[in-house]
Structures are given as structure tokens and as C-alpha cells.
């Protein structure tokens, strides 16, 4: 029996679509590693281990969020009660000190750096996000890093509508590129789309007629 192949999607899921594979195949993570490697190009294996690597943070933001939504429900609708005489009880059996609780310190932690990269963001654009962003290119889950990359997009250009003209020409051009091979096309933002909108806006910053239109108003004000 075949196999499924691993193909490279440089998104915000890469590192999810590595598990599933390895799972997948049942094969150690070194092993389900080395075949997806032994198929590609030198740049080609870069580009897949870079992309699981900017990745990985992210799924470990999205375990401790899963976890303290999982935990939350239980104890807000009293389900250890089906099992356990107390959530004492419960605690012990899931290893709450030990496998619980630092994750949901983690989320506590992440929350509140999001909602500060968030304010930031919005300061910078003098603008609410949602209303900067459309809605249709939103994640669902708005992570920790790609607001950190907002953030940064944010500082390079001051202005919202030119930022998202870019990030959208980014989407566009990302899933124009798209070999057909992925499962599915990702019409969300992600963390590469913000990347190039970032280095699109400084070529446009850098181009010839902007340079000289930058001579121009230095000569005028010097």
C-alpha cells in the first residue's frame, strides 16, 4: 500500500501537516522527516524545514488555547461529576500540575501579549483591525506571531489602506503560485503573506520614481 506524499505548503499549518503525515504513515519523526527530505531539492528541503520551524511556535500556542477550552468546559459544566467524586479527583487522574496547568499559564500569557501586539497595532494604524483587515482573510484563530508580523508590517508602513492593498496583492500572488499539489488553497492571511507584503512595500519604497520623488522633496525641504 501507498504512502501519502508530503507536499510543501508554506502557510501557518505546515508543522500540523508534518504530524498528520508522520501519524499518518506511522513513522518516528525522524523517519517521516528524512523520506519528505529525500524527494526535494537542497533549497526545496530548506524551504520545508524553515516552514516547520516558523511553524511549530504557533501549534504549541494552539495546544495550551485547546487545552484551557478543554479544562474550561469541564469545570464550568461540572463534567468531572460523570466520573470523579471531586475536581480534586479529576485533577489527579489528568495530571493537572504536571501536564495541565503550565499550559494554561501559557495561554494566560500568550492572551495578554496578544491583546497588547493587538493595541499596538491598532495605535500604529490608528485604526481597528477588523476594520483595516477584511474579515474573509482573517484566521479564525488570530495567533500570537502573525499579530507579531502585523505589528511589524504596521511599523514599515504607516499607512492601512496601502498595507492591505499589499497584503492582499500578497494572498493573490501566493495562491496564483499554487502547483495545484496542496490540499486545499488557503485564502487566509498568513505569516508568509505578511512577509512579502512587507518586502513588496519597501521595493515600491525603493523604486526608481519613489527615489527620486524622495531627491525631489529632500531638495525642496533642504
Not at 12 to 25: G, K, R
Not at 74 to 81: A, G, R, S, T
Amino acid at each position: 500500500m501507498s504512502q501519502p506524499t508530503f507536499t510543501l505548503a508554506c502557510s501557518d499549518d505546515t508543522a500540523v501537516q508534518f504530524l498528520t503525515y508522520s501519524q499518518t504513515c506511522n513513522l518516528p519523526y525522524r523517519q517521516a522527516l528524512g523520506k519528505i527530505l529525500s524527494r526535494q531539492t537542497s533549497q526545496q528541503q530548506l524551504a520545508t524545514i524553515t516552514a516547520i520551524l516558523m511553524t511549530v511556535p504557533q501549534l504549541d500556542d494552539a495546544l495550551a488555547e485547546i487545552t484551557t477550552i478543554a479544562y474550561g468546559h469541564v469545570m464550568e459544566n461540572e463534567l468531572w461529576q460523570l466520573a470523579f467524586q471531586s475536581p480534586a479527583a479529576f485533577n489527579t487522574h489528568i495530571h493537572f500540575e504536571e501536564r495541565v496547568e503550565p499550559l494554561l499559564r501559557r495561554h494566560e500569557s500568550n492572551t495578554r501579549k496578544k491583546n497588547n501586539l493587538r493595541r499596538d497595532i491598532e495605535a500604529r494604524w490608528e485604526a481597528g483591525l477588523d476594520s483595516i483587515i477584511p474579515s474573509s482573510i482573517l484566521p479564525p484563530n488570530l495567533g500570537q506571531h502573525l499579530l507579531y508580523d502585523l505589528k511589524r508590517l504596521a511599523g514599515i508602513c504607516p499607512d492601512p489602506q496601502i498595507a492591505r492593498e499589499h497584503i492582499k496583492l500578497a494572498i493573490e500572488q501566493r495562491l496564483d503560485e499554487d502547483d495545484g499539489t496542496r490540499r486545499t488553497k488557503r485564502k487566509c492571511l498568513t505569516r508568509a503573506d505578511l512577509k512579502a507584503a512587507a518586502i513588496s512595500y519597501q521595493q515600491r519604497l525603493m523604486s526608481p520614481s519613489a527615489h527620486a520623488r524622495g531627491i525631489q522633496l529632500r531638495h525642496e525641504t533642504g
